[in-house]
């Protein structure tokens, strides 16, 4: 199974260092890019799609490698830490790191790391092939049977969501906004709102007037939380 791997480092030695034990002992890992700074490696992750990222934890004058992880509050690669100091190791097991590797880097540790890393995503795309293709939405009426990709938005309504389609339809269904969420597919999902969730592939544009909101396809203006922000403008670029 082949491992599409980003490596960022500030230190152009430290990456060449990984990158030749990488192409040594694990030749199933295919480096896609290299970076030496946080914004950088944003973009790149974001550009690339990797399915792991292996991260410096210092990164000066910008910060640490945790910071890179705000941009991404949902995560669809794996991280391992790359870190001189054993003292970052519980921090970057609460920032949901997948591993972390002591410098000076021992090869050994790498290859272990990125067989578990490869059973990690075996297992991951076996369930993902378990997921339907399809959502079931129960109303008054009965019950919807519906692809994800129909869906344009949602809007909370007490203990109900309205479930806007792209054909112009609407359901209501007796479902609260969270539950609904947690059932959509959360890479092209995004609650932008305490109120709504959109189709991201559906966005036509963002304003900053009025507070802010995003416009859908169909020229309906969500209204975006600061909060959100973020999350919606990284899968956007």
Known sequence: MEIKAVLIDDEEA??????????DYCPEVQILATE?????????IIKHQPDLVFLDISMPPEGEGFDLLE??????FLIIFVTAHEDHSLKAIKRQAFDYILKPIDFR??????????????????????????????????????RPEQVLYCKAN????????????SILVSKTL??????????????????????????????????GFVELEDETQIPMSENYREEILAFLS
């Open 36 to 44: 030496t700074s946080i914004a950088a490696g944003i973009k790149t």
């Open 109 to 146: 540790e790498v290859r272990q790391s990125v067989e578990n890393v490869r059973v990690a995503l075996m297992k991951s795309a076996t369930e993902t092939a378990r997921v339907p293709k399809t959502i079931k939405l129960s109303t008054m009426e009965g019950l919807h049977i519906i």
């Open 71 to 76: 941009a991404f509050p949902k995560r669809n």
């Open 178 to 211: 969270k539950s609904l969420e947690d059932a959509l597919p959360g890479n092209i999902f995004f609650r932008v709102h305490r109120s709504y969730v959109i189709n991201g592939t559906r966005v036509t544009r963002i304003s900053k007037k009025d507070g």
């Open 158 to 169: 007490g203990s109900y969501t309205q479930v806007s389609l792209v054909d112009g339809s």
């Open 14 to 23: 430290a990456i060449e260092n990984l990158s030749q034990i990488l192409e």
